[in-house]
């Protein structure tokens, strides 16, 4: 079983950068596909980004593609999302998740596939 835990959030103006980090510990970070999620106030929880654990083939939320950058040093046991041009849609608490399955790229966006979370790390957007 492996524990996650997030960390990097924060109070960030428009415009700014984050990196979210997601601390694995009790296994190796490579044995699993891994994800960022996100909920924002008042609404469901949405997928973010994933990297698959055998490839590592990342995955991105298609409205975020080119501000989100998903990643992973398996080395390190940690995985990252580099945020960059936040906006104020972007304020949401974000979840780190991971799962054993081998997932077909259609069901990484699934959170349903997830067997662990961490407690989440609170990003807010604001002037």
């Known amino acids: 079983q492996v524990q996650l835990q997030e960390s990097g959030g924060g109070l960030v103006q428009p415009g700014g950068s984050l990196r979210l980090s997601c601390a694995a510990s009790?296994?190796?970070?490579?044995?699993?596909?891994m994800a960022w999620f996100r909920q924002p106030p008042g609404k469901d929880r949405e997928f973010v980004a994933a990297v698959k654990r055998a490839s590592n083939m990342a995955s991105h939320r298609n409205s975020l593609k080119g501000r989100f950058t998903i990643s992973r040093d398996n080395a390190k046991n940690i995985l990252y999302l580099q945020m960059k041009s936040l906006e104020p849609d972007d304020t949401a608490v974000y979840y780190c998740?991971?799962?054993?399955?081998?997932?077909?790229?259609?069901?990484?966006?699934?959170?349903?596939?997830?067997?662990?979370w961490g407690q989440g790390a609170q990003v807010t957007v604001s002037s």
């Open positions: 009790g296994r190796i970070l490579r044995d699993y596909t």
């Open positions: 998740a991971a799962t054993t399955r081998s997932l077909i790229t259609s069901s990484l966006s699934e959170d349903q596939y997830y067997d662990y």
